[in-house]
């Protein structure tokens, strides 16, 4: 069984339903979520919007390998609304985001895959809700 925690966030919509129905699908498909933090809103990070996001980390058990566990959030992603990660290699809008923050202590780095994420520590939106489940 693997540790992971995974970042969420959505700023378009019903925020905390789509946060809510996020942790929902990752406990049917990922595994188990065993901690979740709090939601916390926030100011856009990387692009200029007028919508906030709505964000939380929740930590999950597993048996998913990391490319398998992409694939998951990915297909969840799109289910709830998610088109592009970017727009011509910018940020913008989304119904939800979810991100891959450390999964046990490995370390992935793939074109497509990077593991622990690798701008986690620059985003206090990650590190705070991280910093709540991790004590």
Known sequence: MHVVYLGLGSNLGERERYVAEA???IGER??????????????PWGFRSVHPFVNAVVCCQT???PRQLLCATQQIERELGR???THDGAYEDRTIDIDILLYDD???DEPD???PHPLMYEREFVMQ???E???
């Open 129 to 131: 809700p991280l910093r």
């Open 63 to 65: 048996t998913l390998t």
């Open 23 to 25: 942790v929902a699908r």
């Open 113 to 115: 895959l990077q593991i």
């Open 83 to 85: 088109r592009h990660k």
């Open 30 to 43: 990922v595994g188990q979520v065993v901690r979740q933090s709090s939601l916390y809103v926030t100011e």
């Open 106 to 108: 490995l370390r992935v």
């Open 133 to 135: 489940i991790m004590e």
